[in-house]
Nanobody, 125 residues
Framework: QVRLVESGGGLVQAGGSLRLSCAAS????????MGWFRQNPGKEREFVAG????????LYADSVKGRFTISKDNAKSTLYLQMNSLKPSDTAVYYC??????????????????WGQGTQVTVSS
């Protein structure tokens, strides 16, 4: 089993940057697809970015494409989300999650089986 702990959230002005980290403990980090999702109160959890386990293929939501970059360091068992040119609409709790290894990134939250506790990102205008 893999346990996930996010960090790196905070308050930033519009146009600024943050880097989120997701540290994984347990076996098999490099054998899972991984993703970042975000959620605001009363709204559904929204796919942000994902990465496959074997080829590091990536997929981004249209709303973040060109501004966010997902990456992972298998040696450190850590997933990252570099967020640049942040907008107030990026404000949310951000979660990392894992799902079974595949050569395709899934955008459906129901596919992901293990989740971190979330980290708050607030972008002020």
């Amino acid at each position: 089993q893999v346990r996930l702990v996010e960090s790196g959230g905070g308050l930033v002005q519009a146009g600024g940057s943050l880097r989120l980290s997701c540290a994984a403990s347990g076996r098999g980090f490099s054998e899972y697809n991984m993703g970042w999702f975000r959620q605001n109160p009363g709204k559904e959890r929204e796919f942000v970015a994902g990465i496959t386990w074997i080829d590091d293929d990536t997929l981004y939501a249209d709303s973040v494409k060109g501004r966010f970059t997902i990456s992972k360091d298998n040696a450190k068992s850590t997933l990252y989300l570099q967020m640049n040119s942040l907008k107030p609409s990026d404000t949310a709790v951000y979660y990392c999650a894992t799902t079974w290894a595949s050569n395709v990134v899934s955008t459906s939250s129901g596919v992901y089986k293990r989740w971190g506790q979330g980290t708050q990102v607030t972008v002020s205008s």
